[in-house]
């Protein structure tokens, strides 16, 4: 089963999409999407894969952030797309990083370390080309051309802590204008990456998941 993790509202462009590119998961895939509040947001066991999806502030932040631990810690394969990116980041700085105090400027405009902070550039409703590094697995799976991509956030990650999470194992595989890093990933885990933009959109017009949800199905039904 694949766990799809957020706060449904169909008041949104980017979940309707995300409706519509979860009804062209492979019935086998079994996908759902699952509230963060919900019981079964906090007992992933049986999940061959978690999408922690855009939505935030999320009713349960807590529980978002258990399960970028949880595929971690398993090794099951992790997507997070917009939200589920900014919230990957502070994970990362937190337990990979060692920065105790890393946090998400939307929930704590206060915090000392603002890891996800807000853009110069608001990137609602916005498209901007991601250009993906050469090497990377993002570059493997998207091919290292040029592509635009739909964004519908304001936040994204503090160039100043850029370096701290390369340090610690964390690889950028694409930039965007505005956005600085758009996707990264974790290069040891069997399906790990995140990113700014939103993969699902376009997928219902198109009749056909795109390469980035392609190959984290893939990745699931493996497992």
């Not at 999320?58 to 939200?83: M, N, Q, S, V």
């Not at 704590?108 to 996800?116: M, R």
């Amino acid at each position: 089963m694949i766990v799809a993790l957020g706060d449904r509202d169909t008041g949104y462009l980017t979940h309707r999409e995300i409706d519509a590119a979860l009804g062209l998961f492979p019935v086998e895939a079994g996908a759902q999407w699952v509230a963060t509040d919900s019981p079964a947001a906090r007992s992933l066991d049986d999940a061959g894969g978690v999408w922690l999806l855009p939505g935030t502030p999320y009713r349960d932040a807590g529980a978002a952030f258990a399960a970028i631990r949880h595929c971690l810690e398993r090794g099951t394969p992790f997507l997070g797309t917009c939200g589920g990116f900014q919230h990957a980041l502070v994970e990362l700085a937190r337990g990979r990083a060692g920065i105790a105090n890393a946090a998400h400027e939307e929930s704590d405009p206060d915090a000392v370390d603002p890891v996800v902070s807000r853009l110069a550039c608001s990137l609602v409703g916005e498209v901007r080309l991601v250009t993906p590094v050469p090497g990377t697995r993002f570059a493997a799976i998207c091919g290292n051309e040029p592509f635009e991509g739909y964004h519908y956030c304001g936040f994204g990650l503090d160039p100043a802590y850029v370096e701290p999470l390369e340090r610690a194992g964390v690889v950028v595989g694409a930039t965007a204008p505005d956005a600085g890093v758009e996707v990264i990933e974790l290069p040891e885990h069997p399906y790990s990456i995140a990113t700014a933009f939103q993969p699902q959109v376009g997928a219902g017009a198109r009749g056909r998941l795109g390469p980035l949800l392609e190959a984290f199905v893939a990745a699931a039904n493996a497992r």
